[in-house]
T-cell receptor, first 113, second 112 residues
Framework: EAGVTQSPTHLIKTRGQQVTLRCSPISGHTSVYWYQQALGLGLQFLLW???????NRGNFPPRFSGRQFPNYSSELNVNALELEDSALYLC????????????FGSGTRLTVV | DQQVKQNSPSLSVQEGRISILNCDYT??????FLWYKKYPAEGPTFLISISSIKDKNEDGRFTVFLNKSAKHLSLHIVPSQPGDSAVYFC???????????FGAGTILRVKS
């Protein structure tokens, strides 16, 4: 069974630019979660999508947005990039409700210069 | 606000001994707790979980203890192995299937 896949694995962008990160959940999983792990910090919840709808949103500015497609894959968009957006962006999927935890992808390392 | 706290940034343990990783939470609505392990350049992987109706859950070398009155949980790894060296994240959820709130993580180093 293929796991959660994220692309790209690494990305370098300039301040002010826009970026799109992609995530494909495990087949059959309808929920996708996005987390940000900045250097030295824990995983900060960004967004939760389920069945194509945004279910919950973390404490991030509106320039962080996303969507979920009918095949349950998801995109995370970040506009007007700032230096502090440099982080590892992790996507996870689950089939709600689930007795175990999420399955995470390997993440996208975003560097903003 | 940090609803889930892991106050020890790092822990060093000798191979074969017990590793104890601690986690405190502030939100009394949390009813589901999980531990994740993360190696560099990889996503976190699920280790073990516990619901608020239990106070202990075991899976092989890993045991999670939950003290609801103290809002505290711990992960015990016995015996510790060098391959256990990783970052361990504690996470909690207030609603089944809802978002997980993560702690900042504890770096565990198991010395051989």
């Amino acid at each position: 069974e293929a796991g959660v896949t994220q692309s790209p694995t690494h990305l370098i962008k300039t301040r002010g630019q826009q970026v799109t990160l992609r995530c494909s959940p495990i087949s059959g999983h309808t929920s996708v979660y996005w987390y940000q792990q900045a250097l030295g910090l824990g995983l900060q919840f960004l967004l939760w999508y389920d069945e194509g709808e945004e279910r919950n949103r973390g404490n991030f500015p509106p320039r962080f947005s996303g969507r979920q497609f009918p095949n349950y894959s998801s995109e995370l968009n970040v506009n007007a990039l700032e230096l502090e957006d440099s982080a590892l962006y992790l996507c996870a999927s689950s089939l709600p409700p689930e007795s175990g935890g999420y399955t995470f992808g390997s993440g996208t390392r975003l560097t903003v210069v | 606000d940090q609803q889930v706290k892991q106050n020890s940034p790092s822990l060093s343990v000798q191979e074969g001994r017990i590793s104890i990783l601690n986690c405190d939470y502030t939100n009394s609505m949390f009813d589901y707790f999980l531990w994740y392990k993360k190696y560099p350049a990889e996503g976190p992987t699920f280790l073990i979980s516990i619901s608020s109706i239990k106070d202990k859950n075991e899976d092989g070398r890993f045991t999670v203890f939950l003290n609801k009155s103290a809002k505290h949980l711990s992960l015990h790894i016995v015996p510790s192995q060098p391959g256990d060296s990783a970052v361990y994240f504690c996470a909690a959820s207030a609603e089944y299937g809802n978002k997980l709130v993560f702690g900042a993580g504890t770096i565990l180093r198991v010395k051989s």
